[in-house]
């Protein structure tokens, strides 16, 4: 990676410090030292907004605790760690943003270089694929008292998947038949995500953007099957709410909000 190339994001603060890896366990992890070393001086030396970038990860992980795959040279994998002006009950909205973030800018960068993609779509709360198939996963965490740690991992140039994820992922590259620039991507998602946050902190929800989200979501007036506590229902998807919970919609009419648990998606990951 050409780490040169990231310097336009010093420009208006978007960054004031980068950490690079050649490899480590994890960016999110790397990002928490930083933050407890921070605690220990009552936040007087933080250098933020930053972010954390490393070529491999051993050990990344997405929701639920899952295993991320982070091969050499071949994808994003990053955290950006912020301090925002926001509630604590409002953080799980930089979920919602940094999806907007990441499908824009693939979407920028698609149409800047003619590219061919087939449509880029979020899989709530925290994944966007390209057709049916998964390239990027969010992993926002809240470290006390009020740092927020950004975990993105993009499968960019990645050519080959193991056996079990072959039909669950897929890379920028398989699905555009060309080569994408790490370094241009990596700028224009931070950009933009850092844009969206400060107009997030002066408001009071996310009613800003969930038109637009509703009609990036894959599963928008769709059946869903919500696994939650062992349980699995079945409910149609009416698209977020102003908090970034997702609408569902019983047999009976009735709305009500999800806020945790695993959405499945009708022909998304295999399931159908």
Not at 168 to 196: M, Q
Not at 250 to 261: E, K, M, R, T
Request: charged share 25%.
């Amino acid at each position: 990676m050409i780490i040169s190339k990231l310097d336009d994001l010093y420009k208006d603060s978007i960054i004031k410090r980068l950490w690079f890896y050649d490899e480590t366990d994890s960016t999110n992890t790397r990002a928490k030292e930083y933050v407890y070393k921070l605690n220990n001086t009552d936040g007087k030396e933080a250098d933020l907004p930053g972010l954390f970038l490393s070529e491999v990860q051993t050990a990344g992980r997405g929701r639920m605790g899952r295993p991320w795959k982070s091969p050499a040279g071949t994808g994003i994998w990053m955290s950006y760690l912020i301090r925002p002006a926001l509630d604590p009950d409002r953080i799980p909205g930089i979920t919602i943003l940094t999806s907007l973030a990441v499908a824009d800018s693939i979407n920028e960068y698609a149409s800047d270089h003619s590219i061919t993609m087939p449509e880029i779509k979020i899989k709530w709360p925290n994944d966007i694929i390209a057709g049916s198939r998964k390239i990027c996963g969010i992993l926002t965490e809240l470290v006390a008292p009020d740092f927020v740690i950004n975990g993105i991992g993009i499968n960019v140039n990645t050519e080959d998947f193991p056996d079990e994820l072959k039909d669950k992922a897929t890379s920028l590259k398989l699905a555009g038949s060309t080569l994408w620039d790490r370094e241009e991507l990596i700028i224009l998602v931070i950009k933009r995500l850092n844009s969206l946050i400060r107009e997030y902190e002066h408001e009071t929800s996310l009613e800003f953007v969930r038109e637009k989200y509703n009609n990036l979501l894959v599963s928008i007036n769709k059946e869903v099957v919500i696994s939650h506590d062992t349980k699995n229902i079945v409910r149609i998807s009416r698209g977020i709410d102003h908090t970034g919970a997702l609408l569902v919609e019983a047999p009976d009419g009735s709305i009500s909000a999800v806020s945790s648990g695993e959405v499945s998606v009708r022909g998304i990951y295999g399931y159908v």
